[in-house]
Nanobody, 114 residues
Framework: QVQLVESGGGLVQAGGSLRLSCAASGIAFSIYTIAWYRQVPGKQRELVAQSASGGTTNYADSVKGRFTISRDNAKKTVYLQMNSLKPEDTAVYYC????????WGQGTQVTVSS
């Protein structure tokens, strides 16, 4: 059974940092592109960053220069380092495979206070 579990969210002041983790099980992790998404109530889920199996990374314009996605294939984990957080980064963050999606997990709440 394929499972992706997010963790690491929390409450932080504007300008602060958090590191999110996405732990995978049940998949040949290293061959897949893994992405982080976020969603706020009433809005569509948006792609924040993605990490391809070959190492290529891509970011939404809104987080470029502030967020860094990385992966540890041995641990089957993808990370999202979030620096210089802004109140508009407040959302539930999820991870998934953009090209072969699995069921969405619970996500992890990130709240940035002003």
């Amino acid at each position: 059974q394929v499972q992706l579990v997010e963790s690491g969210g929390g409450l932080v002041q504007a300008g602060g940092s958090l590191r999110l983790s996405c732990a995978a099980s049940g998949i040949a992790f290293s061959i897949y592109t893994i992405a982080w998404y976020r969603q706020v109530p009433g809005k569509q889920r948006e792609l924040v960053a993605q990490s391809a199996s070959g190492g290529t990374t891509n970011y939404a314009d809104s987080v470029k220069g502030r967020f860094t996605i990385s992966r540890d294939n041995a641990k089957k984990t993808v990370y999202l380092q979030m620096n210089s957080l802004k109140p508009e980064d407040t959302a539930v963050y999820y991870c998934n495979r953009p090209y072969a999606p699995v069921s969405w997990g619970q996500g992890t709440q990130v709240t940035v206070s002003s």
